[in-house]
């Protein structure tokens, strides 16, 4: 076996050794089999009339039972949608 060819084979083997090397230390997904911990939450869609008082008064009263305005959507442009969202109970474990 001649030097050039030597030098090929090394190459070759060493590409290969660090393709292996690479896919073996990839990241891989972590699947939880227990109970999830991220935040769940449940939203509420409600549509109000197109005056700031009767935006305002429903913002207050689903501000005030603990919902978080999530997004605000005007339906056919002319009916306010206010997309409410709150953290849902946690199911028992």
């Known amino acids: 076996m001649d030097e050039a060819n030597r030098w090929r084979w090394l190459f070759i083997g060493t590409g290969c050794l660090l393709l292996v090397l690479f896919l073996s230390l990839r990241a891989t997904p972590v699947v939880s089999q227990g109970p999830s911990n991220q935040p769940r ?17 429903a913002l207050n009263e689903y501000g005030q039972a603990g919902w978080e305005l999530a997004a605000f959507e005007m339906g056919e442009l002319q009916t306010p ?12 474990e």
């Open 81 to 92: 949608r206010l997309i409410f969202k709150k953290g849902a109970p946690s199911a028992p």
């Open 41 to 57: 939450f449940e939203y509420r869609v409600i549509e109000v009339p197109p005056d700031t008082r009767s935006i305002q008064s």
